[in-house]
């Protein structure tokens, strides 16, 4: 089974996550799907990371269906709950925990473009959310430890990615002391093999044109 990241993603990190996790083998293949030479567009249409591929099956894409594959072909550490109210409950904490990542990809790139191309309001619409989300995981987290139903799975690995990816393309944003739950939340967690072994990494993108 092979997995085509790009080192900094939070999208291919739930993936990463999810497969240490339930201890199956896998080789990562590092990919950067902004540039020319991406390999992506031979798999998925949308020429998205990340990717898995397996010999003679078609390839799967969007981290939510690889996750839930996973949970298909391996039952151990679900990562989506079985519980119908816990697994609703976790996959908002992944909906807000994704789109928040969304919205710090759009300001990122935006922030990339020529600064006579760039606009300011649409960078304030992205950043809106981006602060809302963060709002939402603190006041869904409370003070405990996992987000939903008393242990690990799904929620926690989008919302810690989420955190490190902030940290990673979003510094100016302090969430740390805004929300010290989440700071407690993260130091809790910030240890854990499958997390420490995927910590989000810069990669190069070649400039945009326009
Ligand atoms: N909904 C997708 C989002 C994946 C995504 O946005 N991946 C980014 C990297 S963080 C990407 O490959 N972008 C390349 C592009 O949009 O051209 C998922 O959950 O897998």
């Not at 759009?106 to 760039?118: A, G, I, K, M, Y």
């Not at 407690?184 to 072994?197: A, E, G, T």
């Amino acid at each position: 089974m092979k997995l085509v990241i790009a080192t900094p993603s939070p999208f291919a990190r739930k993936v990463r996550v999810a497969l240490r996790e339930k201890n199956i083998e896998f080789n990562e293949v590092v990919d950067v799907p902004w540039n020319k030479g991406t390999i992506t567009k031979n798999f998925n249409p949308l020429g998205k990371i990340p990717i898995l591929i397996e010999e003679n099956k078609e390839p799967l894409f969007d981290s939510k269906v690889i996750v839930q594959y996973l949970d298909h072909i391996n039952e151990a550490q679900l990562m989506y709950p079985k519980d119908p109210q816990d697994n609703i409950s976790a996959r908002l904490i992944e909906s807000v925990a994704d789109g928040v990542c969304d919205a710090i990809v759009l300001v990122f790139l935006e922030n990339s473009r020529n600064e006579t191309l760039r606009s300011n309001d649409w960078v304030q619409r992205q950043e809106k959310k981006i602060y809302e989300g963060t709002k939402y995981l603190s006041d869904h987290l409370g003070n405990k430890k996992y987000f939903v139903g008393g242990h690990f799975n799904i929620a926690d690995v989008c919302a810690f990615s989420c955190l490190e990816y902030l940290d990673l393309r979003f510094i100016k944003f302090n969430w740390k002391t805004k929300y010290p739950n989440l700071e407690k939340y993260w130091v809790i967690h910030k240890d854990r093999p499958s997390f420490l072994n995927t910590k989000p990494q810069v990669q190069t993108i070649e400039p945009l044109v326009d």
